[in-house]
């Protein structure tokens, strides 16, 4: 028997990556077709339906999301529906429906489409089959500030390095098409979004109809008004003449990129399953520096992976020194069941590869407390946000080597009565600076 027709309250918590909460305004558009009349609650105990979109990438990752299944389902009341998608269903099947009983509804695919179906009739005491399916990539809900938004360009992975499970998980990497995102970008720009970041597993792997990233990236630039593109989860293999010439050749895509290289000892690649050696990335990183000399660079490495010698580290360590990456996020090896790494001998005792990571990340901290410096007296392109969270006083904003959530912000202090507003994208002079945020004044239109 369906319910009575009022608006169905929704709490949502999207855990993990930017791909993930793509996901999760996708579930939500398309619950929103089905249901039409929908609200979102910011208490979990005024929800009709909990929505718990998880990430199982890694360990860390698995733990945080079933410590949240329980919390929100220890709070759940009688009447309320608690659903869980994402990547931990994926991962580990109907197994987890015995260990987290709390749950009402697990969905087991990766279409955000057909999650939102099943979502949608078992709320309405329906069978999933009997409602009309609309197709990937359709409605969204976008759940933050509109100047901002993530557009997925492709799905799963097919890299297959050897500690991760993201091509088990995911799937084979497959690819949108380039006029469906098209769309999407112009969409959300009349939406009110100024910057979107394009995201995949592997941006660089792109390639559909015969088009290539380079070729993608030169269709957003001429059939939409986006003024600022960002790239993030480019593979160093796939970063290719042609995309360091498009990104050269315009302003609107940012002087940034989100190139993980994990490691920089051939021997650790090798046994990572990287695609690439040491002397290749070498290579890859003069390319980029030279084709983009002012380019900021987000990087991501792995310590304490298996047989990692003090040597290897040493290599690694010297590598983060040589390049200074504007921006740069570390993680300890551990073992994901399933992942062939598991398998590797040499493994590293926890400790090692934590005092290993802190190394690394003092390094990055003086690398970068050096870099924002060198910032104060220069003039940005800064992308205001709104009212910061600590305090209505002052606002935030990005300037382009800033990337939402993972990077720092440009703290707005002089300028900012009125000067500026929320999507604007403002001249701010930088007048101080710290290890990782700036700060600044917002200069007068001239």
């Known amino acids: 028997m369906l319910r009575a027709e009022r608006p169905v309250r929704m709490f949502v918590i999207s855990l993990g990556c930017p791909k993930n909460l793509v996901d999760t305004e996708y579930i939500l558009g398309g619950i929103k077709g089905r249901l039409a009349r929908i609200s979102f609650c910011n208490t979990l105990e005024d929800a009709d339906i909990i929505l718990v979109n998880t990430c199982a990438f890694i360990e860390e990752a698995v733990s945080e999301s079933i410590e949240v299944i329980l919390e929100v389902g220890g709070r759940k009341q009688d009447g ?43 709320y309405q005491g329906l069978e999933a089959g009997t409602l009309i399916q609309q197709g990937l990539h359709g409605p969204r809900i976008c759940t ?26 995911r799937g084979r990497f497959r690819c949108r098409p380039p006029q469906e995102i098209i769309e999407e970008i112009n969409r959300l720009y009349s939406e009110g979004a100024r910057e979107i970041t394009l995201v995949a597993q592997d941006l660089t792997a792109y390639s559909a109809g015969g ?37 050269h050749d315009t302003t609107r895509i940012c002087s940034y990129m989100d ?35 002012g380019i900021s660079l987000r990087t991501t490495v792995m310590v304490g992976f298996p047989g990692e010698t003090k040597e290897d580290f040493a290599v690694l360590k010297e590598f983060v020194k040589r390049w200074r990456f504007h921006h740069l996020g570390c993680f300890a090896y551990s073992d994901e069941e399933d992942a062939p790494s598991s398998r590797l001998p040499g493994k590293i005792d926890p400790e090692t590869a934590a005092r290993r990571k802190a190394e690394i990340m003092e390094l990055q901290a003086e690398i970068s407390t ?12 800064v992308l205001i946000e709104g009212a910061c ?35 604007d994208i403002a001249k701010v002079k930088i007048t101080e600076s710290h290890t990782y945020d700036l700060v600044g004044a917002v200069l007068p239109d001239r």
Not at 406 to 413: A, F, K, S
């Open 80 to 122: 309320q529906m608690l659903a869980v998608s994402g990547c931990l269903p994926l991962r580990y099947g109907r197994e987890i429906e015995t260990l987290l009983p709390e749950v009402d509804l697990f969905s087991y695919d990766i279409d955000p489409y057909r999650s939102a179906m099943a979502i949608a009739a078992r």
């Open 144 to 169: 933050g500030r509109p100047w901002h938004q993530y557009v997925k360009i492709s799905e799963g992975c097919s890299n297959r390095c050897t500690y991760c499970l993201i091509p088990r998980i």
């Open 211 to 247: 088009m290539a990233l380079p070729g993608l990236l030169e269709l957003i630039l001429r059939e939409t008004d986006i003024p600022r593109l960002r790239l993030m989860y480019l593979y160093p293999d796939g970063v290719s003449g042609d995309l360091l010439q498009v990104m």
């Open 259 to 293: 190139m993980p290289v994990q490691h920089a000892s051939s021997r650790i690649l090798r046994a990572m399953g990287r695609k690439y050696s040491a002397e290749k990335l070498e290579e890859t990183m003069s390319s980029i520096r030279k084709a983009l000399p």
């Open 370 to 381: 050096d870099i924002n410096a060198s910032m104060v007296g220069k003039v940005l392109d």
């Open 389 to 423: 969270e600590e305090t209505d006083l002052l606002i935030c904003g990005r300037t382009e080597f800033q990337a939402p959530e993972i990077d720092g912000l440009t703290y707005i202090n002089d300028g900012n009565d009125g000067m500026a507003e929320p999507g």
